[in-house]
């Protein structure tokens, strides 16, 4: 890469970290070992079909168990979930991750019980764009919790939200 790719590329990356994102665990189950991994990058498409994309790196442990069974889960973070985040981006591997926090079941794929909102989502279709696939994912079934209080990433950090003071009120 030349010098002044090296520096938009830098550049790019510094950009990136103003975003204030919802940190997910994506979730999936494959021969009957489960996988998990922290993502920021997920966002709602459509209504109508209900879709959700993610982008996954291919290198990532979830990528091939994810595109062989086909389904998956994106479960949206509270703020009492905060110690899962590191524990599932890298401190530790595979089934080791879900002995932390309270899962089950939902649809053939791992879902947190309290997370802030649950999807699981059926494969509709992925492109690769570099090292990532962005993918696609019809949602089969939505839930939620009342207690709002999304745990937050931004500029490398978990924060929390915080409703803006109405100076009228
Ligand atoms: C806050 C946060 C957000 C992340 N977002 C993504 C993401 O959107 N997509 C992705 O592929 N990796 C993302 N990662 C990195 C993966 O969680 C990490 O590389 C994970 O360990 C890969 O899985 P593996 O260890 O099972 O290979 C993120 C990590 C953190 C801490």
């Given at each position: 890469?030349?010098?002044?790719?090296?520096?938009?590329?830098?550049?790019?990356?510094?950009?990136?970290?103003?975003?204030?994102?919802?940190?997910?665990?994506?979730?999936?189950?494959?021969?009957?070992a489960?996988?998990?991994?922290?993502?920021?990058?997920?966002?709602?498409?459509t209504?109508?079909?209900?879709?959700?994309?993610?982008?996954?790196?291919?290198?990532?442990?979830?990528?091939?168990?994810?595109?062989?069974?086909?389904?998956?889960?994106?479960?949206?973070l509270?703020?009492?979930?905060?110690p899962?985040?590191?524990?599932?981006?890298g401190?530790?591997?595979?089934?080791?991750?879900?002995?932390?926090?309270?899962?089950?079941a939902?649809?053939?794929?791992?879902?947190?019980?309290?997370?802030?909102?649950?999807f699981?989502?059926s494969?509709?279709?992925?492109v690769?764009?570099?090292?990532?696939?962005?993918?696609?994912?019809?949602?089969?079934?939505?839930?939620?919790?009342?207690n709002?209080?999304?745990?937050?990433?931004?500029?490398?950090?978990?924060?929390?939200?915080?409703?803006?003071i109405?100076?009228?009120?």
């Amino acid at each position: 890469m030349a010098g002044a790719e090296i520096a938009a590329q830098a550049a790019f990356k510094t950009a990136l970290r103003r975003f204030t994102s919802t940190i997910c665990l994506i979730t999936t189950e494959w021969e009957g070992a489960r996988y998990g991994m922290a993502a920021t990058a997920v966002q709602s498409v459509t209504a109508d079909p209900p879709t959700l994309l993610v982008c996954i790196n291919q290198s990532a442990s979830i990528s091939g168990p994810l595109k062989l069974t086909g389904k998956f889960a994106v479960n949206m973070l509270h703020l009492s979930h905060a110690p899962l985040v590191p524990l599932f981006s890298g401190k530790l591997k595979g089934e080791e991750r879900f002995a932390h926090g309270e899962w089950i079941a939902a649809g053939g794929v791992p879902i947190l019980a309290d997370a802030q909102a649950a999807f699981v989502c059926s494969l509709n279709s992925a492109v690769t764009v570099g090292t990532h696939d962005v993918v696609l994912g019809e949602v089969i079934e939505a839930r939620f919790i009342e207690n709002i209080a999304p745990l937050l990433y931004e500029d490398g950090k978990l924060v929390r939200s915080a409703a803006l003071i109405d100076a009228a009120a």
